[in-house]
């Protein structure tokens, strides 16, 4: 499709799993940011690459949590030893070059639910 | 955690009434966006706001950049059971590549 792309959309790990979750963001997009969204809550920024430099990674909870982009299109955000309170919907979002004061729009993907039993 | 304050947390409205909800923060921000989040999906764009009092609509949805540019509201004109679900607020300070601050949202149900 032409709109981002998140797999699993549906994960569930049992606490203390390594979890994987990919993004494919829209082909061309530089930008590529992904959020973690707990329950009830807003998107909270996690972490932020330009083409495959990770130029903030700033939201990140702790170093159990890896993203990367290493041919600056398809990113891989990583859990190590996951523990419940991981328990969110992980959005990816990209756009093209430049910020939104160039006009630009951030296209979110529909997520992926993670659930750490 | 989250900077942005939206209000209000949820409201039950009648098919036909209008809608205002608003997001202020502490802090400035350059950009003011407003997304709808359906259930099972990521947000939508609807609004993106860019300068300091700019009011900008986008069929019956109505948005504003506050002049202080700390808060934005948005309102939605004669509302229809498809305009459910969760408005989110989200400011920009044009750093990390235009990282948003999102507010914790709004939850519209409208009976028909």
């Known amino acids: 499709g032409a709109g981002v792309s998140q797999s699993p959309r549906y994960k569930v790990a049992k606490r203390g799993q390594d979890v994987a979750l990919r993004c494919d963001p829209i082909s061309g997009h530089v930008s590529l940011f992904w959020y973690q969204q707990a329950l009830g809550q807003g998107p909270e920024f996690l972490t932020y690459f330009q083409n495959e430099a990770q130029l903030d990674k700033s939201g990140l909870p702790s170093d159990r949590f890896f993203a990367e982009r290493p041919e600056g299109s398809v990113s891989t955000l990583k859990i190590q030893r996951t523990q419940q309170e991981d328990s969110a919907v992980y959005l990816c979002?990209?756009?093209?070059?430049?910020?939104?004061?160039?006009?630009?729009?951030?296209?979110f993907g529909e997520g992926s639910w993670l659930t750490v039993v | 955690g989250q900077q942005l304050n939206q209000s209000p947390q949820s409201m039950f409205i009648q098919e036909g009434e209008d809608v205002s909800m608003n997001c202020t923060s502490s802090s400035i921000f350059n950009t003011w966006l407003w997304y709808k989040q359906d259930p099972g999906e990521g947000p939508v764009l609807l609004i993106a706001l860019y300068k300091a009092g700019e009011l900008t609509s986008n069929g019956r949805l109505t948005a504003q950049f506050g002049i202080t540019r700390k808060d934005s509201f948005l309102n939605i004109s004669a509302s229809i059971p498809s305009d459910v679900g969760i408005y989110f607020c989200a400011g920009s300070k044009e750093t990390s590549g235009s990282r948003l601050t999102f507010g914790e949202g709004t939850q519209l149900t409208v009976n028909p």
């Open positions: 979002a990209s756009s093209t070059r430049g910020g939104l004061l160039s006009g630009n729009t951030i296209y």
